[in-house]
């Protein structure tokens, strides 16, 4: 079976071939950490996890690597309200994504770079993009990549340059030549986070992280670059101009991206304050639950969020988690003389055939709930033999490589109440000391075990999760 993926770039499915036979280089745009990722973040993760899981599972020795954007405006205005430095921020966030993804059953990212530890990069990048003519740098210390020097833009978001410009926003700035120039290098203020350049003072523009750690880590071109579809304008429109002015070359083979999570038809969004975080939503449901309801639709599609959704979603998985336990128990205790091969083959072909029509996720579950309702109805009729129980499930627990939708083991141990506080205050000892990263390690070591820690303005509380 060949694998055929949907490309943003050419806006059809094409057969997938990699630069260097078996072996891919995947970059996917990661969160910008100031805040706890919501569900919105948590459909591209378990989105992304799915397709590694895929390619791998293929036999492709897959490089992934997921950016974090951990200094940026909105970095620097949460670090305002809090009073904490922007890094500082932004590793609390980072070390509590790391929980959060582990929470979700997601596998972890080969590299995770983070802009403020390739500034070297960026900025050579920046002075590359100048001296081949298409960047200016401004009075200010700022500088821009210059739209008037490109012929060729929009071919991601299908639009024209006249048309982005009436329908994006366009940060208005009295530097720029073109309402359409975007920002590389960013000129320092007074207070914010900055690092030295040729240009003076300053810190990287959003788009120019990318590009230079993409390059750095993986070549001038990769083959998979990934996304969400609200990164299609400007971000990965920017990134494609960014690179292909020094190099020249496509900065990606294929082009990824999955849909919008959605309350009533909006882009679930901390700017619309219409978001779910991830741990409220794992208080009340599986790591299994949510990553069935995020699969269960195919990732380029809308996906609606609601706790009803949810519940149903897990409905439908206990049904699947029903079968599965019976026919465990079956291994051992049905009789019959079905080892069910034929059955289990035409569920694997079906399996993988929508695997690879574009990593369809959605008809791939169907085909493992056409399999249970015909193996329910063995198991009733009593013509299901041990063997072919086994054999079931050995490809229900094949095709979980892939998905991670199979209940999961308990490992959490439980913790008294009076260890906790006693962990607590030894935390806010270390904090008052100032060595946070100690603090954090009590913190996030009682995550794992289920204990989530608040700090309020009335004092640190917990709750189990």
Known sequence: ????????????????????????????????????????HARHIVVFDMIVRYLRYKGYGVTHVTNFTDVDDKIINRSRELGVPALDLSKTYIDRYFNEIEMLGVRRADMYPKASEFIPQIVDM?????AA??????????????????????RLSGMKIEELLAGARISVDENKRNPMDFALWKAAKPGEISWPSPWGQGRPGWHIECSAMCMNLLGDT?????????LIFPHHENEILQSWSVTHKPLANYWIHNGMLQIQE??????LKNFFTVRQILSEFTKEDLRFFILNTHY????????????????????????YDALKKSMESARGDDDA??????????????????FNSRAAISDIFDLVRETNRLLTDGGLSPKGAKNIVDFLEETDQVLGILPGKQERQDVSSEIIQVLMELRQEL?????????????????????????TTEGTKWRRI
């Open 1 to 40: 079976m060949v694998l055929q993926i949907h490309n943003t770039l050419t806006k059809k499915k094409e057969e997938f071939k990699p630069i260097d036979d078996m072996k891919i280089k995947m970059y996917v745009c990661g969160v910008t950490v100031y805040d706890d990722i919501h569900m919105g």
């Open 300 to 323: 380029r599609g809308p996906l609606n969020f609601s706790e009803i959704a949810v519940e149903e979603a897990a409905a439908s998985l206990r049904r699947l988690h029903n079968t």
């Open 341 to 358: 091969l034929e059955l289990v083959e035409k569920a694997r072909q079906n399996f993988f055939s929508s695997m690879d029509d574009d």
């Open 431 to 455: 904090r008052n000391r100032r060595l946070f990263d100690l603090a954090d390690d009590i913190r996030n070591k009682l995550l794992q075990r289920g204990i989530e820690l608040e700090d």
């Open 222 to 230: 990769v083959d998979i670059h990934g996304g969400g579809n609200d």
């Open 266 to 271: 909006e882009k679930m969004s901390k700017s």
């Open 126 to 130: 920046v002075k590359r993009i100048e």
């Open 133 to 154: 003519g298409y960047a200016y740098a401004t009075e200010d210390g700022s500088v821009y990549f210059s739209m008037d020097k490109v012929s060729e833009y929009g």
